[in-house]
């Protein structure tokens, strides 16, 4: 099965920064998906990267405050802008993996971001 | 509309006990697919099962076994002899055509040693 690497793992930052988390994928997909898990929470699909076009965001998340890039089949970044304490969250990257209809959604094991 | 309830905020077991993980879904699809993950204190999302709508026969592995009901739609999650280990924040999910994700809340187990 494929590997998905994020970073950073963890970070404390400072309101009104900005972060940016990387994801690596060892093999290339198509399709990158970015979640945030607020504490407690379940988790909530920030927007859809694909490879040479700009991210699908979902209801409630914009490109100014996430900013995506996918600059290639293996590789996407979030940024998280201005944040805020409520932007204290675990953000995931995940792709689906599989073939032959057994498709999987596979997790990185995602940046737990405190903003003070 | 898609939707995936886990009724159970937060259930409490002593080891050894068997413990039943509850999971209702809602879709007008007749093709989808369920999902168990588990998530530990660390973080990191665990697959464990994948079901397709056209399969409600149950899944033994191990001490985990998946109960799919479409009659109910439910899809439910039993541990028998729980560990632990097994102590984790258990998410139920749904995935509809193109990919799309829907997950449940999530249910908070723990294991009492």
């Known amino acids: 099965s494929a590997v998905i690497s994020q970073k950073p793992s963890r970070d404390i930052c400072q309101r009104g920064t900005s972060l940016t988390i990387q994801c690596q994928v060892d093999?290339?997909?198509?399709?990158m998906f970015w979640y945030r898990q607020q504490p407690g929470q379940s988790l909530t699909l920030i927007a859809t990267?694909?490879?040479?076009?700009?991210?699908?965001?979902e209801s409630g998340f914009v490109i100014d405050k996430f900013p995506i890039s996918r600059p290639n089949l293996t590789f996407s970044t979030l940024t998280v802008s201005n944040m805020s304490p409520e932007d204290s969250s675990i953000y995931l990257c995940?792709?689906?993996?599989?073939?032959?209809?057994?498709?999987?959604?596979?997790f990185g094991a995602g940046s737990r971001l405190t903003v003070l | 509309a898609q939707k995936v309830t886990q009724a159970q905020t937060e259930i409490s077991v002593v080891e050894k006990e068997d413990v039943t993980l509850d999971c209702v879904y809602e879709?007008?699809?007749?093709?989808?697919?369920l999902f168990w993950y588990k998530q530990p204190p660390s973080g990191e999302l665990v697959f464990l099962i994948r079901?397709?709508?056209?399969?409600?026969q149950n899944e033994i592995s191990g001490r985990y076994s998946w109960n799919f009901q479409k009659s109910t739609s439910s899809f439910n999650f039993t541990i028998t002899a729980s560990q632990v280990v097994d102590s984790a924040v258990y998410f139920c999910?749904?995935?509809?055509?193109?990919?799309?994700?829907?997950f449940g809340p999530g249910t908070r187990l723990s294991v009492l040693p």
């Open positions: 995940s792709v689906v993996l599989g073939g032959s209809g057994a498709n999987v959604l596979t």
């Open positions: 093999s290339q997909v198509t399709m």
């Open positions: 990267a694909n490879q040479g076009s700009e991210a699908t965001y």
């Open positions: 879709t007008r699809d007749t093709t989808y697919y």
């Open positions: 079901r397709n709508s056209f399969d409600e």
């Open positions: 999910a749904l995935e509809l055509y193109g990919q799309n994700f829907v």
